[in-house]
């Protein structure tokens, strides 16, 4: 008979809030959609970034139970009593030096299945962590962004933070950005009310890069000028993509 998973409370915990009428069932949605990631693959390899006191980190480990899977936790700072077991790695680096973290966890190199970012929340540090990690993720693998819904700390919200309010909002464009830009290589859902969950899901090989972001238009705030707009453009059409015409209505 197997061992209780590590952590088998605390995600019993999060379960327990997940099912509650409470608006911290969304802080719990998150943490579990995540051990269900590791659940689901108990012997794949998981990167998180940015490790703090481990509540993802036992999250995950809890899913990876009984399997040969590994979780390398980063953090810049010493977190190494953040989790434990033989299937977790800490390692103290920057996160966006892919380097020297491969170089402390060589299986990182052969594809890894879902990365959390959760470290230094500024568009330059996730910018270069993308960069740094998209191309070791393995076709159909994961990268989940925390920090991505700015509206619980708008003003007047329960959370209400002028800062955090600014930072997620700034991240999420820059995640919507960096997928617009490459919609041949991603696909991407939300999770909202809490942090916030990014999730984008790697449709290219295993070694693809991204394309830079291209800045999006500025969202248009002029109805009149913009049902003139529509009448003169008419309706779009697919056009990259020969496969897709036979099915789906232009819209
Ligand atoms: C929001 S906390 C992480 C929370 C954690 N994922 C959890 O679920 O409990 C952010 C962490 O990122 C770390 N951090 C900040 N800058 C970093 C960097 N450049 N590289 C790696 N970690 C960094 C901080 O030390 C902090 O522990």
Redesign the pocket.
């Known amino acids: 008979m197997k061992n209780t998973a590590p952590y088998q409370e605390y995600v019993e915990r999060l379960e327990a809030l997940r099912d509650a009428q409470c608006e911290e069932a969304s802080a719990a949605d998150q943490?579990l959609s995540l051990r269900d990631a590791t659940l689901a693959k108990p012997n794949g390899t998981f990167l998180?970034?940015?490790?703090?006191?481990?509540?993802?980190?036992k999250?995950m480990l809890n899913g990876l139970h009984g399997g040969d899977g590994l979780l390398v936790?980063?953090?810049?700072?010493d977190?190494s009593d953040?989790g434990g077991g033989e299937n977790w790695q800490f390692v103290q680096?920057?996160?966006?030096?892919a380097n020297a973290i491969v170089a402390a966890a060589p299986r990182l190199n052969e594809g890894i299945d879902l990365v959390?970012v959760?470290?230094?929340?500024t568009v330059a540090?996730v910018y270069a962590e993308i960069m740094a990690w998209f191309p070791k993720v393995r076709q159909g693998g994961q990268i989940v962004f925390?920090?991505v819904d700015p509206v619980p700390y708008m003003y007047g919200h329960r959370k209400d933070s002028a800062r955090k309010e600014m930072v997620n909002r700034a991240l999420r464009q820059l995640i919507s950005e960096m997928f617009y830009s490459n919609l041949d290589s991603l696909r991407m859902e939300l999770k909202m009310g809490s942090t916030g969950l990014a999730i984008w899901t790697k449709t290219s090989e295993f070694g693809s890069h991204l394309r830079p972001y291209t800045p999006m238009s500025p969202p248009r705030l002029d109805g009149q000028l913009s049902d003139l707009h529509d009448q003169l453009r008419g309706h779009s059409a697919y056009k990259n993509c020969d496969a897709i015409q036979s099915v789906m209505i232009p819209i």
Request: charged content about 30%; hydrophobic content about 30%.
């Open positions: 943490l998180e970034l940015g490790t703090w006191r481990g509540q993802a980190t999250a936790s980063v953090d810049i700072e977190c953040a680096s920057d996160s966006k030096d959390y959760d470290g230094m929340h540090q925390d920090d």
